[in-house]
């Protein structure tokens, strides 16, 4: 009963180095998002995919690439890591229209 | 550009009290709605859909006020495990984003 899985669950990084999270789903859902969680900011969408092969721009996307090549899969990388970065990371996948179920996120520091 | 507004709290109730938040959402065509729980540095976890005719599970009660553009949601008799952080959510018609809330934190006290 995996649901959606996110790894890894801890990271730092050195400033200006590059990582990619993982994350994966096992319900079908074509509807796969990226959030960063910080103090007194909430959720904030980075990126989102309504499907393989579609991707688009969230509210916050500088600094991040995503790709879906299949239904599974959407893994965000940071190119260059800033101090600004630093965050904890939220994947998560929904039928349309429908609750979205999250992994457990990643907390990501970048020094 | 989209917003829901939740009162961030904190809201220190004892156990057994019944408690009750609010949320406010701007996007008319708003679809679906949903109540959301977050602990500490946890995910966030679907507590429950929120439906035109308001639904109920067990100690919870959500509400939908389409003319006022609010949902609420009603927690009755207090338990200290209910102590978290409550995420509003909703999406609008036809779309797969889902805007979220801030939250407002709950403490439940001895």
């Known amino acids: 009963n995996a649901g959606v899985t996110q790894t890894p669950k801890f990271q730092v990084l050195k400033t200006g180095q590059s990582m990619t999270l993982q994350c994966a789903q096992d319900?079908?859902?074509?509807?796969m998002s990226w959030y960063r969680q910080d103090p007194g900011m909430g959720l904030r969408l980075i990126h989102y995919?309504?499907?393989?092969?579609?991707?688009d721009q969230g509210e916050v996307p500088n600094g991040y690439n995503v790709s879906r090549s299949t239904t599974e899969d959407f893994p965000l990388r940071l190119l260059s890591a800033a101090p600004s970065q630093t965050s904890v990371y939220f994947c998560?996948?929904?039928?349309?229209?429908?609750?979205?179920?999250f992994g457990q996120g990643t907390r990501l520091t970048v020094v | 550009r989209k917003e829901v507004e939740q009162d961030p709290g904190p809201f220190n109730v004892p156990e057994g009290a019944t408690v009750a938040f609010n949320c406010t959402y701007s996007?008319?065509?708003?679809?679906?709605f949903f109540w959301y729980r977050q602990d500490c540095r946890k995910e966030p976890k679907l507590l429950m859909s929120?439906?035109?005719s308001g639904n109920e599970d067990g100690r919870f009660t959500a509400q939908l006020n389409r003319a006022s553009q609010y949902i609420s949601l009603l927690i009755r008799d207090s338990k200290l495990s209910d102590s978290a952080t409550y995420l509003c959510?909703?999406?609008?018609?036809?779309?797969?984003?889902?805007?979220f809330g801030k939250g407002t934190k709950l403490s439940v006290i001895p």
């Open positions: 998560a996948s929904s039928y349309g229209g429908g609750a979205a179920f």
């Open positions: 319900m079908n859902h074509e509807y």
């Open positions: 995919s309504v499907g393989a092969g579609i991707t």
């Open positions: 996007n008319s065509a708003s679809q679906s």
């Open positions: 929120v439906y035109s």
């Open positions: 959510v909703e999406s609008g018609a036809g779309s797969y984003q889902l805007t």
